[in-house]
């Protein structure tokens, strides 16, 4: 794909040089200030619109009309993966809805759907919390199969969201869920444990076998590549993206360097990297690219160097992972591809 030798890592100065994508971010924002910053590096965005029901996100609606504005004014530089309607009670007509509305956004040019934590968190059926396994979700699920929509399922959340604040093991979760204590679990034993929520998961794969599925941030596996590893090979039409999840492969790498490289090359066509930045406007342009600009260059650096790093996300140093440029190049481009078939033309 990319024109420069194969086998020795890429520099940091070639970040800017090759074509790659960002397959798991927000975009929030008429502003085209952070397209034209992706532009001058090489970066193609995938912006992920969701069905939040909470009124401290933006609207639907709304995420829905930015997207099909820089869809329309960016095509060569912006996608967009649609969000699955659903509602606080799921009914019949709720799932016949959504079988609807996923067929629209694929016309109307979304290369997935993502389906968010609420199913399995917070949403309901029968008056009781309901699980992606649940049969009132396959005539959905048996949708997405038929029209071949690539499915980004956010099933549970980090195995830190279990832990007492001070046992979580990265910074990033700490800051989280200190300031997102509804979905703190830790705080509502009443609620299923992050066990039942993978085990939701992995039920529901091996009744869909033909679901093009990214399990989003490391498919709530993050804690551990063994068990990442597992799921992958269980589940052979599984990928996985690595957004807001590259700082548990750093907290890893601080005592199992080579196994975590080891884990890397295995597994090099079935992860995606996706930065999870949110563009909005609650917070300046300059301290928004200031930020992209670090996360990219921060986990550009862990993945294509092998120097010794530090990050805020994580405590203590760790040593980078430094892999060759043909694994580089499908973990930042070809995975994404192929796992969303419509950005095939990036590929010419």
């Given at each position: 794909?990319?024109?420069?030798?194969?086998g020795s890592p890429y520099l940091m100065?070639?970040?800017?040089?090759?074509?790659?994508?960002?397959?798991?971010?927000?975009?929030?924002?008429?502003?085209?200030?952070?397209?034209?910053?992706?532009?001058?590096?090489?970066?193609?965005?995938?912006?992920?619109?969701?069905?939040?029901?909470?009124?401290?996100?933006?609207?639907?609606?709304?995420?829905?009309?930015?997207?099909?504005?820089?869809?329309?004014?960016?095509?060569?530089?912006?996608?967009?993966?649609?969000?699955?309607?659903?509602?606080?009670?799921?009914?019949?007509?709720?799932?016949?809805?959504?079988?609807?509305?996923?067929?629209?956004?694929?016309?109307?040019?979304?290369?997935?759907?993502?389906?968010?934590?609420?199913?399995?968190?917070?949403?309901?059926?029968?008056?009781?919390?309901?699980?992606?396994?649940?049969?009132?979700?396959?005539?959905?699920?048996?949708?997405?199969?038929?029209?071949?929509?690539p499915v980004l399922g956010h099933f549970?959340?980090?195995?830190?969201?279990?832990?007492?604040?001070?046992?979580?093991?990265?910074?990033?979760?700490?800051?989280?869920?200190?300031?997102?204590?509804?979905?703190?679990?830790?705080?509502?034993?009443?609620?299923?444990?992050?066990?039942?929520?993978?085990?939701?998961?992995?039920?529901?794969?091996?009744?869909?076998?033909?679901?093009?599925?990214?399990?989003?941030?490391?498919?709530?596996?993050?804690?551990?590549?063994?068990?990442?590893?597992?799921?992958?090979?269980?589940?052979?039409?599984?990928?996985?993206?690595?957004?807001?999840?590259?700082?548990?492969?750093?907290?890893?790498?601080?005592?199992?360097?080579?196994?975590?490289?080891?884990?890397?090359?295995?597994?090099?066509?079935?992860?995606?990297?996706?930065?999870?930045?949110?563009?909005?406007?609650?917070?300046?342009?300059?301290?928004?690219?200031?930020?992209?600009?670090?996360?990219?260059?921060?986990?550009?650096?862990?993945?294509?160097?092998?120097?010794?790093?530090?990050?805020?996300?994580?405590?203590?140093?760790?040593?980078?992972?430094?892999?060759?440029?043909?694994?580089?190049?499908?973990i930042y481009f070809s995975n994404a591809?192929?796992?969303?078939?419509?950005?095939?033309?990036?590929?010419?």
């Amino acid at each position: 794909m990319q024109d420069m030798e194969k086998g020795s890592p890429y520099l940091m100065d070639d970040f800017s040089k090759i074509k790659k994508v960002d397959a798991h971010l927000h975009y929030y924002t008429f502003n085209d200030a952070f397209i034209h910053f992706a532009q001058k590096n090489n970066m193609h965005l995938v912006s992920i619109n969701v069905d939040f029901m909470e009124d401290e996100w933006m609207k639907l609606s709304e995420q829905k009309n930015i997207a099909g504005y820089h869809k329309t004014n960016n095509p060569d530089s912006y996608s967009f993966i649609g969000a699955v309607p659903l509602s606080n009670n799921i009914t019949v007509p709720v799932i016949e809805n959504a079988c609807q509305q996923v067929a629209a956004e694929q016309d109307n040019g979304a290369i997935g759907v993502k389906i968010w934590k609420n199913v399995g968190m917070k949403i309901t059926h029968n008056n009781k919390l309901v699980m992606i396994d649940d049969p009132v979700f396959s005539p959905l699920l048996r949708q997405l199969e038929h029209i071949k929509l690539p499915v980004l399922g956010h099933f549970g959340e980090p195995r830190n969201c279990w832990l007492p604040i001070d046992e979580m093991t990265v910074e990033s979760d700490k800051k989280y869920y200190s300031s997102h204590p509804e979905f703190h679990m830790n705080q509502q034993p009443h609620m299923p444990s992050h066990n039942d929520q993978v085990a939701a998961c992995n039920n529901m794969l091996a009744k869909h076998r033909h679901l093009n599925f990214v399990g989003a941030h490391l498919g709530s596996s993050e804690y551990s590549i063994d068990e990442i590893a597992r799921r992958l090979d269980q589940f052979p039409h599984m990928n996985m993206d690595l957004a807001e999840r590259v700082c548990h492969l750093q907290h890893q790498a601080i005592n199992d360097h080579q196994k975590v490289y080891d884990f890397m090359i295995r597994y090099q066509d079935r992860l995606i990297y996706g930065s999870d930045m949110v563009f909005t406007d609650n917070k300046s342009e300059e301290e928004q690219l200031e930020e992209l600009e670090r996360r990219w260059h921060s986990q550009w650096q862990f993945f294509t160097q092998t120097n010794i790093q530090n990050t805020w996300e994580v405590k203590g140093s760790f040593k980078g992972l430094g892999l060759p440029r043909e694994v580089v190049d499908k973990i930042y481009f070809s995975n994404a591809i192929k796992a969303y078939p419509s950005l095939s033309f990036l590929a010419q």
